[in-house]
């Protein structure tokens, strides 16, 4: 996140007749099969698997992943890799940014209505003082074993599914940014959703979800309901990450977030555990951002909520 300036699967398919029926409320859209929308249990394990892959990557590449560095690139061929082998399309996007060259991956997960696209996104850059494992490592790589799920599933939504790795994030959003400014109006109008996911596996984490498009946001609401968890309404990174582009060009924008360096409080503690008086990430933009700097049940939560949107929203 860029620094602020001045038993699953029963538990899906309840939570997915829920969302569906209320989604269908707000939109007006007529609900699809509960079933085709459960989505399959996103594997931690895997999510980790990435995540221990983008420190090695950073540790041989002086210790990060930042815009213009040769940790970056390499993460972003790593991920690039994983989905030509799973079956995307995928689309590298080049700019610059303070004299450096930065890329943006686009992964098309071929079929579905090229009219009515659904997105997920993540910014795969850190600060150049860490491997930035948690900010964003976390995201990033829920985001890519989504769309490797999708792949490993079959899974063939009705609206067309895009998934994304953003550039430059830690700069101000500049990879995100030139991705919603190079589209044209009428393929912003084919976007039905963004959802973004910049820190999700925080080490005292927070559970919170945006407070953008209601539908997208009562998506999220219901699935942590489901499954016993009380969120809040995210804050600390509002117009802080690559959704604000999105929302900025009257796209409908939504996310999840466990927290940075805002303090947990006694009553967030009760309610979610964790030590209050401390940040939900005391690490955040520092050197000990690594793979030791991850709460597993928060990523996996969170992954899981992630993967239960994309199935949600796009059937």
């Known amino acids: 996140m860029k620094?602020?300036?001045?038993?699953?699967?029963?538990?899906?398919a309840v939570v997915a007749a829920v969302t569906l029926l209320t989604t269908a409320a707000i939109t007006g859209a007529a609900p699809a099969s509960p079933l085709a929308a459960a989505a399959p249990d996103l594997p931690v394990a895997n999510v980790k698997a990435h995540l221990a892959q983008l420190q090695s990557i950073a540790t041989a590449n002086g210790g990060n992943r930042a815009h213009g560095r040769t940790g970056y690139k390499a993460s972003l061929d790593y991920a690039k890799a994983k989905l030509d082998a799973?079956?995307?399309?995928?689309?590298?996007q080049q700019f610059t940014s303070g004299g450096r060259t930065g890329y943006?991956?686009?992964?098309?997960?071929?079929?579905?209505?090229?009219?009515q696209v659904v997105m997920a996104g993540s910014h795969l850059d850190s600060v150049t003082a860490g491997a930035g494992i948690n900010d964003n490592g976390s995201g990033s790589a829920a985001v890519l074993e989504a769309a490797l799920t999708v792949s490993r599933t079959g899974f063939q939504p009705t609206k067309h599914l895009r998934f994304a790795w953003w550039g430059a994030e830690e700069l101000g959003m500049v990879g995100s940014r030139y991705y919603v400014n190079s589209l044209t109006t009428a393929n912003r109008a084919k976007i039905s959703g963004y959802l973004n996911?910049?820190?999700?596996?925080?080490?005292?984490?927070?559970?919170?979800v945006y407070d953008d498009d209601p539908a997208i946001e009562k998506t999220f609401q219901n699935?942590?309901?489901g499954i016993g968890i009380a969120t809040e309404i995210e804050t600390e990174g509002d117009g802080r990450s690559d959704h604000a582009p999105f929302k900025n060009a009257g796209i409908?924008?939504?996310g999840l977030f466990s927290g940075a360096d805002y303090i947990k409080t006694a009553a967030q503690a009760?309610?979610?555990?964790?030590t209050s008086g401390r940040a939900f990430d005391a690490c955040y933009h520092s050197s000990c951002d690594t793979t030791s700097n991850?709460?597993?049940?928060a990523l996996d939560r969170n992954g899981d909520a992630l993967a239960y949107a994309v199935w949600a929203l796009s059937s």
């Open 294 to 297: 991850i709460n597993d049940t």
């Open 252 to 254: 409908p924008v939504g």
């Open 3 to 12: 620094l602020s300036i001045p038993g699953r699967a029963g538990t899906a």
């Open 197 to 208: 996911f910049d820190m999700i596996g925080s080490p005292n984490p927070g559970y919170f």
């Open 86 to 92: 799973a079956g995307f399309t995928t689309t590298v």
């Open 223 to 225: 699935y942590f309901a």
């Open 104 to 115: 943006n991956l686009i992964a098309d997960w071929p079929g579905g209505d090229t009219n």
């Open 270 to 274: 009760a309610k979610w555990g964790g």
